[in-house]
């Protein structure tokens, strides 16, 4: 008996030291299925790295006031945090730069070159990455193509070109009226006092040819220029004649309905919400969907993004596991097996992958959204711009106000923003 003791402690001693580490790291991420499913993944973490992985998921809209409550230049009860792209200016004072994490001794530094580079840029600041991208959200572009087929004669006939993926806002705004005919929705919005509706502000500012604010040296400088963002807030009056009933408060679980019951012709969506869209248990137009980049406005084409990364406290004592894990999550194996759980990868080789694509067709125009990609400001203190962006839009476009008075409350009330905080 006292042999078998003495195999067992020494096989035991054996597992414990062969792991390369022997420490714990608490990991703050947000709450959806693809982090439920990492979530399950990480006890084969534990067992190759010898970390001890505490993970605490909360709903998106928590994760950055969690943040805020529990990491400061001195301590932190994390060592890897997931941020919302536009908080990183506001968050980067506390975060490790990139280019200073440890050396890790499991999984290596990914060869970033395999990397979207406008995902990458989701995470810096001041000419600085402060993490690593884990998903490449940005707005996708959904068509009906069974509706394409049926009526793509006497489309051609009525507008003398070719009904499809609209390849321009005119051509949306011609086969929105044209289906508003056939007793079809041309369009779903976003509408609700939401950050989508200041991302909607954003898509539609972008692809009119203006920004909102940009850093200019030391300082900010807003940028809108008033005669195209009232175009852009007249297109969008416009175009919710085509919106179905109740179109100015559509969040995306009125969006989603209502493009899944066989409502509406052509939107866009972030990509994490299209399996519902083609599953047949949930939607009724379950493969009839063609996937795109946005279309193009009289400037250019302009997709929103929306990505997450994480990064490390620069109070962390376990950097080096932190890392590690970060990679773990972002290498090809890991990112492979977590696609069917939600993942939207951010490697150019997984969103192009000819299997991959047999499964999620809609990454493909996830790669082609990816070259268009346009951001939400990026300033300190986003939350107070996005609020004034999202309020003045939507007054703009719900005819609450004037164009023209939308806009210039707009720009007054974000240099009121920048004023406040000595800009």
Request: aromatic share 12%; with cysteine; glycine share 4%.
């Amino acid at each position: 008996m006292k042999k078998v003791f003495l195999v067992l402690i020494l096989v035991l001693s054996v597992v414990m030291f062969s792991a390369p580490y022997n420490t714990k790291i608490r990991v703050l991420l947000w709450d959806e299925v693809l982090t439920q499913a990492l979530k399950s993944a990480i006890p084969e973490f534990e067992k190759k790295t010898g970390i001890k992985v505490e993970l605490d998921l909360l709903p998106s809209a928590q994760v950055f006031p969690k943040i805020t409550t529990s990491v400061s230049l001195k301590s932190t009860d994390y060592d890897l945090v997931a941020v919302d792209e536009p908080f990183i200016p506001m968050l980067a004072p506390l975060l490790e730069p990139f280019t200073s994490w440890p050396q890790t001794k499991v999984y290596q530094r990914p060869n970033f070159s395999d990397f979207m580079p406008l995902a990458f840029e989701a995470s810096r600041w001041n000419g600085i990455f402060m993490g690593v991208p884990v998903n490449a959200n940005v707005y996708v572009w959904l068509t009906r193509k069974d509706l394409i087929e049926k009526y793509k004669d006497e489309f051609k006939k009525q507008y003398g070109y070719d009904l499809g993926i609209p390849d321009n806002l005119n051509q949306l705004l011609d086969m929105c009226k044209f289906f508003q005919t056939k007793g079809i929705y041309g369009w779903a919005p976003f509408t609700r006092a939401a950050e989508g509706a200041t991302a909607e502000a954003i898509w539609v500012f972008e692809s009119f040819g203006t920004s909102v604010i940009q850093k200019v040296g030391n300082t900010y400088k807003v940028t809108l220029d008033k005669k195209k963002a009232v175009q852009a807030i007249n297109f969008y009056k416009e175009l919710l004649k085509y919106a179905p009933p109740g179109a100015l408060d559509f969040g995306h679980p009125e969006r989603i309905a209502a493009f899944s019951q066989g409502k509406v012709f052509t939107m866009f969506l972030w990509p994490a919400q299209v399996p519902d869209i083609e599953n047949p248990d949930k939607s009724l137009v379950a493969g009839n969907v063609l996937y795109s980049a946005p279309p193009a406005g009289p400037a250019k084409k302009a997709a929103v993004r929306g990505a997450w990364i994480v990064a490390i406290p620069a109070a962390s004592k376990e950097k080096a596991a932190a890392a590690e894990f970060a990679y773990w999550w972002v290498s090809t194996e890991v990112s492979k097996s977590l696609i069917p759980k939600g993942l939207l990868p951010v490697r150019q080789s997984i969103l192009l992958d000819k299997q991959v694509l047999k499964e999620r067709p809609w990454f493909e125009s996830l790669y082609r959204s990816l070259q268009v990609v346009v951001s939400r400001p990026r300033f300190e203190q986003y939350p107070e711009v996005s609020q004034v962006i999202r309020d003045n839009w939507l007054a703009g476009i719900s005819g609450k106000v004037t164009p023209e008075k939308a806009i210039d409350d707009m720009i007054t009330g974000i240099k009121a923003v920048l004023k406040k905080y000595g800009y």
